[in-house]
């Protein structure tokens, strides 16, 4: 059997990123072009200038991802890309580059679902065993998905509001920290002795969902009433207030979902998983449980286009197939390809 | 010498394929669809049409801009990536340029432009017969275009789908002056922007990968951020 060489293009946020993946499983080369020193200014991303730094990296990313892997555009079984959800004129460079490339060559298309990708960064460290449960926390999602064999999904739970990340973002403004917030909030949290009682959302009794909006509340009217008392936060205490009420409910449900569905493996995915504070929680809780938790490296977790190849490895075998009309999809649901 | 030309800057659409001077293919559409769905079906049924595979391109020329930001970045990155990978130079020529040759052979100067919301264009201003720009590319009030093009002092044609949304303006301001292009001129095409492509120099293919459009306006997040750091200051 000849062995199967994906080439894949990630544009849906602020990270031109090409990678190619051989039989789903081996990483070839992984390019990524991030442009958060660009966007810091901004304290966000800002989706105009997010597009306009595509443009400009896109070609040179893929020629590093084939350069690196010392291959030909004939070397390869097809060309995948983000097709949704994300920012739409970030996504559209993606697919029109992928469009045009596998035009260029003749190859076939394989349009993939970022979440998806997120969830198949794991295949790339070990084996799926199913059914899988899978948390994905990023500055853009915060969902429980179950997969009862690749390529089947099942969200169970997602945010009513706010995803994890952006609260966390939220956070890290009030407390003065600059874009990305993330790391520096994980960062007080871990030196903070005691953190400040924040509540915790659970929502109804059996519900998967998420909300951290309450939470984001909470922490903005503690600030406030700190303020009009005269009396100065401690960064640290607000950090690990924070940071342990999103770690208690998001390791909480998870935690119960595995147990409700009697899965065989749990995955973290997204760039919030990169929190040491999840991570510890979640290993120490899914030790106890005995059931093996998988939280793929740092790399992996934030947004990269090898996770996307990973995804279109198993589409690809399935006979899924994108064409020259693909369009980005903002806001597409994750389906199942099976 | 084959060139494939790839016109996206608003929201008409112009692909064309010329063969040793010769137009082989050309298509030029206004329906207001999506680029993002429509150019690269039509660049493959165009190849088809013509018989040629994309390895047979020689040069390919795209509009650089301006234009709507989004519309110039799919023609770009289309025409990018088939220049980078295909290993042949990538030409851009003026949206406002490619636009203008539609009005070839008026007797004074072709005033092309685009609707930049809020009373603003982008626009540009073009000898009448040899198409070279006498005001290049820029992003201006629509009172402030008018007044150049009153001291220019010479008949103007004004060419593009916009012109109706200033024409009181401009026939207030100008009068007899100025003389519009009928709705059959007012869509860019391919083969004008191939022609003007080829009186350029070829750029060396290692020069596709920093190929960006010339949008001629900075982000609002960017004059922002600008202005606070000069109240910073
Ligand atoms: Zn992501």
């Given at each position: 059997?000849?062995?199967?060489?994906?080439l894949?293009?990630?544009?849906?946020?602020?990270?031109?990123?090409?990678?190619?993946?051989?039989?789903?499983?081996?990483?070839?080369?992984?390019?990524?072009?991030?442009?958060?020193?660009?966007?810091?200014?901004?304290?966000?991303?800002?989706?105009?200038?997010?597009?306009?730094?595509?443009?400009?990296?896109?070609t040179?990313?893929i020629e590093?991802?084939l350069?690196?892997?010392?291959?030909q555009p004939?070397?390869?079984?097809?060309v995948?890309?983000?097709?949704?959800?994300?920012?739409?004129?970030?996504?559209?460079?993606?697919?029109?580059a992928?469009?045009a490339f596998a035009f260029a060559h003749?190859l076939?298309?394989?349009?993939?679902?970022?979440?998806?990708?997120?969830?198949?960064?794991?295949?790339?460290?070990?084996?799926?065993?199913?059914?899988?449960?899978?948390?994905?926390?990023?500055?853009?999602?915060?969902?429980?998905?179950?997969?009862?064999?690749?390529?089947?999904?099942?969200?169970?739970?997602?945010?009513?509001?706010?995803?994890?990340?952006?609260?966390?973002?939220?956070?890290?403004?009030?407390?003065?920290?600059?874009?990305?917030?993330?790391?520096?909030?994980?960062?007080?949290?871990?030196?903070?002795?005691?953190?400040?009682?924040?509540?915790?959302?659970?929502?109804?009794?059996?519900?998967?969902?998420?909300?951290?909006?309450?939470?984001?509340?909470?922490?903005?009217?503690?600030?406030?009433?700190?303020?009009?008392?005269?009396?100065?936060?401690?960064?640290?205490?607000?950090?690990?207030?924070?940071?342990?009420?999103?770690?208690?409910?998001?390791?909480?449900?998870?935690?119960?979902?595995?147990?409700?569905?009697?899965?065989?493996?749990?995955?973290?995915?997204?760039?919030?998983?990169?929190?040491?504070?999840?991570?510890?929680?979640?290993?120490?809780?899914?030790?106890?449980?005995?059931?093996?938790?998988?939280?793929?490296?740092?790399?992996?977790?934030?947004?990269?286009?090898?996770?996307?190849?990973?995804?279109?490895?198993?589409?690809?075998?399935?006979?899924?197939?994108?064409?020259?009309?693909?369009?980005?999809?903002?806001?597409?649901?994750?389906?199942?390809?099976? | 010498?084959?060139?494939?030309?790839?016109?996206?800057?608003?929201?008409?659409?112009?692909?064309?394929?010329?063969?040793?001077?010769?137009?082989?293919?050309?298509?030029?559409?206004?329906?207001?669809?999506?680029?993002?769905?429509?150019?690269?079906?039509?660049?493959?049924?165009?190849?088809?049409?013509?018989?040629?595979?994309p390895v047979?391109?020689?040069?390919?020329?795209?509009?650089?801009?301006?234009?709507?930001?989004?519309?110039?970045?799919?023609?770009?990155?289309?025409?990018k990536t088939l220049a980078w990978t295909l290993k042949k130079?990538?030409?851009?020529?003026?949206?406002?340029?490619?636009?203008?040759?539609?009005?070839?052979?008026?007797?004074?100067?072709?005033?092309?432009?685009?609707?930049?919301?809020?009373?603003?264009?982008?626009?540009?201003?073009?000898?009448?017969?040899?198409?070279?720009?006498?005001?290049?590319?820029?992003?201006?009030?629509?009172?402030?275009?008018?007044?150049?093009?009153?001291?220019?002092?010479?008949?103007?044609?004004?060419?593009?789908?916009?012109?109706?949304?200033?024409?009181?303006?401009?026939?207030?301001?100008?009068?007899?002056?100025?003389?519009?292009?009928?709705?059959?001129?007012?869509?860019?095409?391919?083969?004008?922007?191939?022609?003007?492509?080829?009186?350029?120099?070829?750029?060396?293919v290692?020069?596709v990968?920093?190929?960006?459009?010339?949008?001629?306006?900075?982000?609002?997040?960017?004059?922002?951020?600008?202005?606070?750091?000069?109240?910073?200051?």
């Open positions: 059997m000849n062995d199967q060489y994906i894949a293009i990630e544009t849906s946020c602020d990270e031109t990123a090409a990678a190619i993946i051989r039989n789903g499983t081996e990483i070839v080369s992984n390019i990524v072009a991030s442009q958060i020193d660009s966007q810091k200014r901004f304290g966000g991303v800002v989706p105009e200038v997010a597009s306009r730094h595509h443009v400009e990296q896109i040179i990313v590093e991802a350069e690196k892997a010392n291959m004939s070397d390869l079984t097809a995948a890309v983000t097709e949704g959800p994300g920012l739409v004129g970030a996504l559209l460079i993606g697919i029109n992928a469009k003749g076939p298309l394989i349009p993939v679902h970022h979440i998806a990708g997120h969830i198949y960064a794991n295949a790339l460290v070990e084996p799926m065993e199913f059914p899988l449960l899978a948390l994905v926390v990023s500055g853009g999602h915060t969902e429980l998905v179950l997969m009862k064999e690749h390529g089947s999904f099942e969200v169970i739970g997602e945010t009513r509001d706010d995803a994890a990340g952006e609260a966390y973002d939220k956070v890290a403004r009030v407390l003065n920290m600059p874009y990305p917030g993330g790391p520096h909030i994980d960062r007080l949290a871990q030196e903070a002795k005691e953190g400040i009682d924040f509540p915790r959302a659970w929502l109804e009794e059996n519900s998967y969902d998420f909300s951290f909006s309450g939470l984001k509340s909470a922490v903005i009217n503690y600030k406030h009433n700190m303020d009009q008392r005269g009396e100065e936060i401690d960064p640290q205490k607000v950090a690990k207030g924070f940071q342990d009420s999103v770690v208690e409910v998001l390791t909480t449900k998870t935690l119960r979902a595995a147990r409700e569905f009697n899965v065989k493996q749990v995955i973290a995915a997204g760039g919030v998983s990169a929190n040491k504070g999840l991570r510890t929680s979640l290993e120490q809780v899914f030790e106890k449980e005995q059931i093996p938790f998988i939280v793929p490296p740092l790399k992996l977790c934030t947004d990269n286009a090898a996770m996307i190849g990973a995804a279109a490895s198993y589409m690809y075998v399935a006979g899924v197939r994108g064409d020259l009309a693909m369009n980005g999809l903002p806001g597409k649901e994750l389906k199942s390809w099976i | 010498m084959i060139w494939l030309g790839i016109e996206t800057s608003n929201s008409p659409l112009s692909i064309a394929i010329v063969k040793d001077g010769q137009v082989v293919e050309e298509i030029v559409q206004n329906e207001n669809l999506t680029h993002s769905v429509t150019v690269m079906p039509k660049i493959e049924e165009l190849f088809q049409k013509a018989k040629l595979k047979d391109i020689d040069a390919i020329a795209v509009s650089e801009g301006p234009g709507s930001y989004t519309g110039l970045r799919i023609g770009v990155t289309i025409a130079p990538l030409v851009g020529v003026s949206s406002l340029q490619v636009l203008a040759a539609n009005g070839q052979d008026f007797n004074g100067v072709i005033c092309a432009l685009f609707d930049a919301r809020r009373q603003n264009v982008y626009t540009a201003v073009f000898h009448g017969t040899t198409i070279e720009p006498i005001i290049e590319d820029h992003h201006s009030s629509i009172e402030g275009l008018l007044e150049q093009l009153q001291e220019l002092n010479m008949p103007v044609l004004f060419v593009g789908l916009d012109i109706d949304i200033f024409k009181e303006k401009i026939v207030a301001q100008l009068g007899d002056q100025a003389s519009f292009a009928p709705s059959s001129l007012a869509l860019p095409r391919g083969a004008h922007l191939i022609e003007l492509a080829q009186k350029q120099p070829l750029p060396s290692e020069a990968n920093s190929f960006i459009p010339q949008y001629h306006r900075i982000t609002e997040a960017e004059a922002n951020w600008i202005k606070d750091q000069k109240k910073g200051q």
